[in-house]
């Protein structure tokens, strides 16, 4: 029997007789339907007094269904970017105005974009009096707030949804250079296009926008709107002076704000979908089905008495949830690995969702520009797991003694022969350290997920020698700390940071240290450090300032300069394809690099062995081969059947749901995002036959177009 079709077929039958055991229902919750049309928006420019934005034209790729998220925003006819002219300023705005925000409702201003070429106003919102002729609400000099009897020059105030305006234009009140999500100086290259993925922000990021803020009640409340808007800028300022050939002033001047782009997006409504006057039904688990399952709790709501409150864990905690519970448990739980015990113990298990674990990255470099195809295996993501290059446990050596147990290491992976062998293009850019991303971003959650990826390194005999302490072909060893753990002879369920050293920073009489814990810090979990990538950041801690609390020293993180944005870390797909990132290619078991696609997630699946629990499938990645991708994981819902009958019969819905109109794929509630991969149809529905993964009409994940080929990069 080909194998594909016998795990396909398996899927399938484990399903029926989940639905059997949980009590089956007379029909499936109706589906809902996939996006039928494209919601992307282009806006063309226009000419203004000096410089001529006619042939650009900007397209804004998704303006429907939208949440926190990364939003594709290309744009072709363009003036090739130059020494500080000619690119383009990007920023999220609130306004309820149908004709488009103010200036004042902008989220613009924090970014610290000194390091670059620019002109000394081009990204704050401070304007210079007298400098625009256009120029009418802020044309004056105002008072000094913190000098009484001098001056200052005006500035465009940021007046949130709800609350003062700023006074200042330093007033980090609502967002600051931590957290906001301007695109101040947007390239454009020398064919006149350009590209970015913009950190989108819904009001759980950013309250002050109110982005999906619920309008209306229940399942007919729908999410606020918001805007983008798109500055161009040339070489002129407002009164046509060239300072340097380049411009010097805020886009918020307002002859520059005549020249915006503005882009209505529409926002799903942030929060429950559900009247929290239904009974409820908690469910929990694995994160790799918290995009999937936040999804579909609308379509499961709609139509019924009951809601389901999903809350995520470990799959670890989770199954103990499930095999010791409480009267506030959850009846149903999420989970890799299947149950102690199985059916033995009474507990039936469904599969879900097919997903994957990707190396997700973000990652601007000098003299490449944004990198998009990059190559790991698995003794370079040892290395990176293990804290093995120098640099990711201490910025730099300038005066400090060398790591003596890292001694002999390349100080980066940028200095690593069997890097630049597999990426070449980084070969011009190896001596330049601030290149480097740092240490790679790990979910500090203990779960089945961390499993897969040591599964994945100790799978390739290189790589486990390598961990086991002998050194690669260039010398470079293993940090003994991460040796002494045995992570050679066994796959650990999380990601250990174990190397102690402190390195000491000194700012006259007071000193203070930092770790590989803040040089290499944690994420919270995949979620978080995928948003996190997104802004090019670790939120590496590495530098001192001083601490007006204590009167001494505090770690903060270096300023995040567009241009120089970069970081990698491990995600879900489903996290990495919301917010834009690009995958790591990775090698599977034939040597053959593959990212994560629909394609290659599905045949992954195809190659599963049997797990202890019959009908459970386990993710083996020494077995993927052809265009099978390594980390492929399908995730499986678990239920007793001890439970009440009612109890039965609402997680069966659940089941039948996410495992057959949860399956389409689609922006919309109720649908499968992107990033999963539909199952074979003999996976969702009882007794059908086996069939080919269905497209989407969307990216099914960060790593190209849905359904393309085996994957392979």
Request: aromatic share 8%; proline share 10%.
């Amino acid at each position: 029997m080909n194998r594909r079709r016998g795990r396909a077929t398996g899927l399938g039958a484990l399903l029926a007789a989940v639905v059997l055991a949980l009590l089956p229902l007379p029909q499936d919750p109706p589906a809902v339907a996939a996006e039928p049309t494209s919601s992307a928006v282009t806006r063309r420019g226009t000419k203004g007094p000096y410089d001529d934005f006619s042939r650009l034209e900007v397209t804004v790729h998704q303006t429907r269904n939208l949440r926190g998220q990364g939003l594709r925003v290309t744009w072709k006819g363009g003036e090739p970017t130059g020494q500080g002219t000619d690119f383009l300023q990007i920023m999220q705005c609130w306004g309820d105005d149908p004709a488009g925000p103010k200036r004042e409702q902008c989220q613009f201003g924090a970014t610290n974009i000194s390091a670059l070429a620019v002109g000394a106003n081009i990204g704050v919102r401070r304007l210079v009096a007298g400098r625009d002729p256009l120029e009418k609400e802020y044309a004056e000099d105002i008072p000094d707030p913190e000098y009484p009897g001098q001056t200052t020059s005006p500035f465009v105030p940021f007046t949130p949804v709800s609350g003062p305006p700023t006074k200042k234009v330093t007033d980090w009140t609502y967002f600051s250079p931590g957290d906001t999500n301007e695109e101040p100086y947007a390239v454009t290259q020398p064919d006149g296009t350009g590209e970015v993925g913009f950190n989108l922000q819904s009001t759980r990021e950013a309250p002050h926008l109110g982005c999906g803020d619920p309008v209306g009640t229940g399942a007919a409340a729908r999410g606020r709107g918001c805007w983008l808007v798109v500055v161009p800028r040339g070489s002129f300022d407002p009164d046509g002076t060239q300072n340097n050939h380049k411009p010097q002033s805020s886009p918020f001047s307002q002859t520059n704000w005549n020249q915006r782009l503005v882009f209505p997006l529409d926002f799903l409504p942030v929060g429950d979908p559900c009247p929290t006057d239904r009974e409820e039904r908690r469910i929990a688990g694995s994160e790799l089905v918290t995009e999937a399952v936040t999804s579909w709790q609308s379509a499961l709501c709609a139509g019924h008495t009951t809601r389901f409150t999903f809350t995520q864990r470990g799959e670890e905690l989770t199954r103990s949830g499930l095999l010791a519970p409480t009267p506030t448990s959850s009846g149903l739980g999420f989970t890799v690995e299947p149950v102690a015990g199985g059916e033995k113990a009474g507990f039936v298990h469904a599969p879900v969702a097919v997903s994957g674990l990707t190396v997700g990255f973000f990652w601007e470099a000098d003299k490449i520009g944004l990198v998009r195809d990059l190559r790991l295996n698995q003794r370079l993501l040892a290395k990176l797991l293990t804290l093995s290059y120098p640099y990711d446990v201490r910025v730099g050596v300038g005066g400090l003694a060398p790591l003596d147990h890292l001694k002999g290491n390349p100080v980066s992976i940028l200095r690593d022969p069997e890097f630049l062998e597999l990426n070449p293009k980084f070969d011009e850019v190896r001596q330049g350290e601030m290149n480097y991303p740092g240490g790679i971003l790990l979910s500090a959650e203990r779960s089945d997920t961390a499993k897969v990826v040591w599964d994945y390194v100790r799978s390739d005999p290189a790589a486990r020698e390598f961990l086991d302490g002998k050194p690669d072909p260039w010398g470079m060893k293993v940090n003994p700390f991460s040796e002494d753990l045995g992570v050679a002879g066994t796959s650990l369920y999380e990601f250990p940071k174990a190397d102690p050293s402190e390195t000491p920073l000194v700012v006259g009489d007071r000193t203070i240290t930092y770790g590989a814990l803040d040089r290499s810090p944690y994420a919270a979990d995949f979620h978080d450090a995928a948003r996190w990538i997104r802004r090019g950041s670790h939120n590496s801690k590495f530098e001192a300032e001083d601490d007006t609390a204590t009167g001494g020293l505090k770690l903060k993180a270096a300023p995040i300069v567009p241009g120089s944005r970069r970081a990698l870390g491990i995600v879900d797909a489903a996290s990495a394809a919301r917010y834009g990132l690009a995958a790591v290619a990775l090698p599977n078991a034939d040597g053959r690099f593959v990212l994560p696609t629909t394609a290659s997630l599905t045949e992954a699946v195809g190659q599963f062995r049997d797990s202890a629990v019959p009908g459970v499938l386990a993710a083996d990645p020494a077995r993927a081969r052809k265009g099978a991708y390594p980390l492929t994981v399908v995730t499986y819902a678990a239920a007793s059947r001890s439970l009440p009958a009612d109890a039965r019969a609402d997680y069966a819905r659940v089941m039948r749901y996410a495992a057959g109109p949860g399956q389409t794929q689609g922006y919309g509630p109720g649908l499968l995002p992107y990033g999963y991969a539909p199952m074979p149809a003999a996976g969702r529905a009882p007794g059908a036959a086996p069939a080919a993964p269905r497209g989407g009409g969307g990216p099914p994940g960060p790593g190209g177009p849905g359904g393309g080929g085996g994957g392979g990069a």
